[in-house]
Antibody, heavy 114, light 112 residues
């Protein structure tokens, strides 16, 4: 059974940092390009970033460019999202997602507030 | 960014009756490889999204055959042939060809 388990969410002040992690199991992680998708409370889904299988290509939505960094460690079957200079509008549930939505984690809540 | 426009945004349905959701994209979703990267997702209350349909009309494993997808170019439709109680939730279309990939606003399906 495929499992994507996110961790690292929490409450952070504006301007602060968080690092999200996603542990993958039940799939050949190195064969999956992976993404982070977020959903602000009561809002629609937003694709934040994705990374190719070997980690050499990365793409970001404009609103997070220069602040967020997606990375992966195929040896550890893990995906990461380093989030710096956080803003109130980054408050959301962040999902770890395989390919174009084929697999989803349960999500981790990030709250940016003073 | 490609704008995905869904209609209706709210869809009250009677159990056992059909339901249909429309999705229109602001640009063609046909990729150079000939595939059309239009997916449909279901998000039940309090749950993560789940993909139902990929590349317009292909059902994911375990998805009941009452769900079907159709369309081409910029106009797409998700149909539920007979709505069941477990189908309550929000349905999203999503394009996976033009970065950033984008979702529609969501259609909330509820039982009358």
């Amino acid at each position: 059974e495929v499992q994507l388990v996110e961790s690292g969410g929490g409450l952070v002040q504006p301007g602060g940092s968080l690092r999200l992690s996603c542990a993958a199991s039940g799939l050949t992680f190195s064969a999956y390009w992976m993404s982070w998708v977020r959903q602000a409370p009561g809002k629609e889904l937003e694709w934040v970033a994705y990374i190719k299988e070997d980690g050499n290509e990365k793409y970001y939505v404009d609103s997070v460019k220069g602040r967020f960094t997606i990375s992966r460690d195929n040896a550890k079957n893990s995906l990461y999202l380093q989030m710096n200079n956080l803003r109130a509008e980054d408050t959301a549930v962040y999902y770890c997602v395989g390919r174009r939505g084929e697999k989803w984690g349960q999500g981790t809540l990030v709250t940016v507030s003073s | 960014d490609v704008v995905m426009t869904q209609s209706p945004l709210s869809l009250p349905v009677t159990l056992g009756q059909p339901a249909s959701i429309s999705c229109r994209s602001s640009q063609s979703l046909v990729y150079s490889d000939g595939n059309t990267y239009l997916n449909w997702f279901q998000q039940r209350p309090g749950r993560s999204p789940r993909r139902l349909i990929y590349k317009v009309s292909n059902r994911d494993s375990g998805v009941p055959d009452r769900f079907s997808g159709s369309g081409s170019g910029t106009d797409f439709t998700l149909k539920i042939s007979r709505v069941e109680a477990e189908d309550v939730g929000v349905y999203y279309c999503m394009q996976g060809i033009h970065w950033p990939w984008t979702f529609g606003q969501g259609t909330k399906v509820e039982i009358k």
